[in-house]
């Protein structure tokens, strides 16, 4: 069973590749980011709390978005699989999900996908010009790179030492880079 997670710098195609891969595999396509988003735009009592973290690029109180990521994932529970994009995003929200009810958040394999600095934010500039999101300008996507750096990097130790982390050159088009995750999941 695909029980995924997609790791990648701020603009290194995430959404973009797991969506794919959701479809693909016939299983949902989970963002901690766009639940996050989804509370922002219905301007919800959590979506009023998270909105200043989104918009400085910092990251939302590990708890809060562990409990939304759960309930996610619970209700219902996606039996066959599922793609996971953005969560766990650091080391204490990993040990969270692995506390969870039935032997933790089980991941069957870490996508890493590599992507320079130059080209995230030739993306992420380009995202912007479309009408993207209110937080692809290029001070927010500085700090989303040094939180990735400092906050987001250690977990691909972490799922490398427990043997279920597959390294993809994110660089390039959509669909080379979509021909490369495929192959690494062979
Ligand atoms: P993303 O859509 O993954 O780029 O996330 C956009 C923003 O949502 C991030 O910059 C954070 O502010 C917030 N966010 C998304 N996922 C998480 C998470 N797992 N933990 C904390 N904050 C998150």
Known sequence: MARLLLVAPPGGGKGTQGQRLGADYGVPYISSG????????????IGRRVRPY???????????????????????????????????RNLEQARLADT?????????????LRVAD????????????TGGRSDDTLSTL???LEVYRKATEPLIGLYRDRG???????????????????QALL
Do not use: C, Y
């Open 34 to 45: 766009e639940l996050l988003r989804d509370h922002v735009a219905g301007a919800t009592p």
């Open 54 to 88: 989104l918009d400085e690029g910092r990251l939302v109180p590990d708890a809060l978005v562990a409990e939304l990521v759960h309930e996610r994932l619970t209700t219902p529970r996606p039996l066959g699989g599922f793609v996971l994009d953005g969560f766990p």
């Open 100 to 112: 969870w009810e039935g032997g933790g958040i089980r991941l069957s394999t870490v996508v890493h």
């Open 118 to 129: 130059e080209e995230v934010i030739r993306r992420v500039r380009e995202r912007a010009k």
């Open 142 to 144: 500085r700090r989303r």
């Open 164 to 182: 279920v982390l597959v390294e993809v050159d994110g660089g390039g088009g959509i669909d080379e880079v979509a021909a490369r995750v495929r």
